[in-house]
């Protein structure tokens, strides 16, 4: 079945800076992958979602890459604020069907003032 | 248009009980799915429901069930509780799933077993 794997646990920077985080997976490559905010005490928030086809996406100053060679998706946040602190899952379909999502462990992201 | 509802928010039950939890989808979302969310094991599926039919199960036990009424609200029910049961149990609405379209979650249940 499919495995996902996240960076880090934690992950603290300073406000300003840019924040990436991985996001790896094994055994099939999806057809797209999707990556969640999820704040405490509440659910995800779907964020971006990134097909096999495309190398990069983008939503205001949040970037996603998909490397189906590297079995990697790389989530960038620039110019990162205390307010973009929470937890950030990917997820990705676990078969061809999409019916059964797979999550990753999540990274944990601490923006400093 | 109003999000994803799940009742109750919070909950204490004790060893072998059962329990049940309620999730309203987002007004015309027909696909369902449920998950359990634990520090350990992370969010984890637990089964999906379209048109009143669960397409899809996650690896848990059968004391994990499930259903969905016609109006798209599903309910969850576990029963004989364990200490281990206890975790933020999510549903996630979509349109249809096995498209790429989005999940929205909701709020959560908080379960806690003594």
């Known amino acids: 079945s499919q495995k996902i794997e996240q960076n880090s646990e934690a992950l603290n920077i300073q406000e300003g800076k840019t924040a990436t985080l991985t996001c790896n997976y094994t055994n099939y490559s999806p057809a797209y992958l999707q990556w969640y905010r999820q704040d405490p005490g509440r659910g995800p928030v779907f964020l971006l979602l990134i097909r096999e086809n495309e190398k990069e996406k983008r939503k205001e100053r949040l970037k996603v890459t998909f490397d189906t060679t590297l079995k990697q998706s790389l989530f960038h946040i620039t110019a990162s604020q205390p307010a973009d602190s929470a937890t950030y899952l990917c997820?990705?379909?676990?078969?061809?069907?999409?019916?059964?999502?797979?999550f990753g462990p999540g990274t944990r992201l601490s923006v400093l003032p | 248009k109003a999000g994803v509802t799940q009742t109750p928010r919070y909950l204490i039950k004790t060893r072998g009980q059962q329990v049940t939890l309620s999730c309203s989808p987002i007004s015309g979302h027909r696909s369902v799915s449920w998950y359990q969310q634990t520090p350990g094991q992370g969010l984890q599926f637990l089964f999906e429901?379209?048109?009143?039919?669960?397409?899809n199960k996650g690896n848990f036990p059968g004391r994990f069930s499930g259903r969905q009424f016609s109006n798209s609200r599903s309910e969850m029910n576990v029963s004989t509780l364990e200490l281990g049961d206890s975790a933020l149990y999510l549903c996630?609405?979509?349109?249809?799933?096995?498209?790429?379209?989005?999940?929205?979650f909701g709020p959560g249940t908080r379960l806690t077993v003594l």
């Open positions: 996630a609405s979509s349109l249809v799933l096995g498209s790429t379209d989005t999940q929205y």
């Open positions: 997820a990705l379909p676990s078969d061809n069907y999409g019916q059964n999502f797979v």
């Open positions: 429901y379209f048109s009143e039919t669960q397409r």
